[in-house]
């Protein structure tokens, strides 16, 4: 058992670092950043806790994780406790340990911010998670008493999977049905190898299989069975099928060769291997300078990705400043350090074309800041006359997405907002039909995996509530 620390020591504690690959050797390979904590790390992490009790930390999670009480077992030097105190309300710790936004939930609720450095609660989730995987420690058996009642879930993505698991353990009959061939939805084609391993989600799809939750992939809901079909079947519905369809910019030149969505050239390197090549046979054409357009996380992971597939230098334009980037700061840091040009206060006016329709340039025109906007945000605006050339290969626009319009118009009677996303109750994802719930991105918009995990969650409780009364 490890040494408890009194309040006053924990305080004088900084936060333990992760060691991760340097970025002259990473930007060469597509193998995990992080190398993530050893025991001795976690323990030391660890004794920094606070226990408080209410913990504001798991009220800043969506996903309700005990997060105090796995924490204490670490430092009872019971990892497996720690990993089974996890698993009670979260069926994607390794995942969510490497992708969710800690520092907007769960640490940016920590009481040590106000004396120095959160706990590095999502690490020390990963290290459990991880410590239990290299183990073989699995989930215990604690499915409840079979109901005789199914249900459907289109969609097997953060949202799809943490309802199929929860509603699996309380003894339903759940399908997932997946569009793509692969399932974990924007977990393996939207993510880098880099900064979520394949293997890693595999387990934890695994995982809950094991629970009884079937997933049929390559099914595409709207195609091969409509919604309208699934309500017929299935004692209830539930629509996780994500934000699938790119936003562009609507310039000039969007259309030539070179030019990419990010949802397209991610999922291209990330589910198709192109990363891979020659292993796998799915070659990217990435040119000697690329420019991914965007400041999130997926305009990070693009650009990311383009060096290691051999761009000589990749550039990130944004039209606002760093301050606003809205990609999380450690994906910055590391895009900084691997070398990532940033162009700031910049916007895209026009792709150039050569004679042959592919890419050769992008006009761009800089911007300065001027009051804020509807997001509360200051506005970019543009300064007359700054208009320039850079001299690119590729494009990749990462400014987000749509709603994917196949579920929903199959779907009758679930109504659908201006922009195609689905109405749902925040609380129980309850759309404007009795059978069918909805959650994820598909409801909200793109937004984070932890999000999305919260949704699914919602919307178990509120199906087997529902179910149960019937």
């Known amino acids: 058992m490890a040494e408890r620390l009194r309040p006053a020591e924990k305080f004088k504690r900084d936060r333990v670092p992760m060691k991760e690959q340097d970025p002259k050797e990473r930007i060469k390979n597509f193998d995990e950043v992080p190398f993530g904590y050893s025991f001795e790390e976690a323990i030391k992490e660890a004794q920094r806790c606070l226990q408080c009790n209410p913990a504001p930390c798991v009220e800043g999670c969506p996903a309700d994780v005990h997060v105090p009480q796995f924490i204490d077992k670490i430092l009872d030097e019971d990892v497996e406790a720690a990993f089974r105190e996890i698993k009670i309300t979260n069926a994607l710790p390794a995942v969510c340990g490497r992708v969710c936004p800690q520092e907007e939930q769960c640490e940016g609720a920590c009481v040590m911010n106000k004396k120095g450095k959160p706990i590095a609660i999502g690490r020390l989730e990963r290290f459990v998670a991880d410590w239990a995987r290299e183990k073989g420690i699995t989930d215990e058996d604690v499915r409840a008493e079979k109901t005789n009642k199914k249900v459907a879930i289109v969609g097997s993505g953060p949202a799809g999977l943490a309802c199929a698991a929860d509603l699996a353990k309380l003894g339903y009959d759940v399908t997932i049905f ?53 309500v017929e ?94 990609a999380r700061a450690e994906e910055i840091e590391h895009a900084e350090a691997e070398g990532i040009r940033f162009e700031l206060l910049t916007n895209p006016v026009r792709v150039i074309g050569d004679e042959n329709g592919n890419v050769k340039g992008l006009e761009c025109v800089r911007m300065e800041l001027g009051e804020p906007d509807e997001s509360g945000r200051r506005r970019p605006v543009p300064i007359e006359g700054s208009n320039f050339v850079m001299d ?69 409780k509120s199906i087997h509530e529902t179910l149960s009364k019937a």
């Open 233 to 326: 079947e299935y004692d209830a519905v539930f629509l996780a099928n994500g934000a699938g369809a790119p936003s562009f910019l609507g310039i000039p030149g969007e259309n030539l060769n070179g030019v990419y969505s990010a949802s397209e050239f991610l999922t291209r390197s990330n589910l198709m291997r192109a990363f891979d090549f020659p292993n796998y046979d799915t070659p990217i054409n990435v040119g000697k300078r690329v420019v991914v357009i965007g400041g999130g996380n997926v305009a990070m992971d693009a650009v990311r990705t383009a060096k290691r597939l051999g761009a000589e230098e990749a550039i990130i334009v944004y039209r606002r400043s760093r301050a606003e980037m809205p």
């Open 178 to 230: 997946e569009a793509l061939h692969k399932p974990g939805g924007v977990l393996v084609y939207g993510i880098p190898e880099f900064r979520l391993p394949k293997a890693i989600v595999q387990y934890e799809v695994d995982q809950i299989k094991k629970l009884g939750v079937k997933i049929l992939t390559d099914y595409v809901i709207g195609y091969i069975k409509t919604v309208d079909e699934l």
């Open 392 to 460: 690119v290969d590729n494009v990749i626009i990462a400014i987000g997405q749509n709603a994917n319009p196949i579920v929903a118009r199959s779907a009758t009677g679930v109504e659908t907002n201006k922009w195609g996303y689905f109405i749902a109750d925040e609380e129980t994802g309850k759309t404007t039909h009795p059978k069918v719930w909805a959650g994820g991105d598909i409801v909200t918009g793109a937004a984070t995996v932890i999000l999305a995990v919260g949704a699914g969650k919602k919307a178990a």
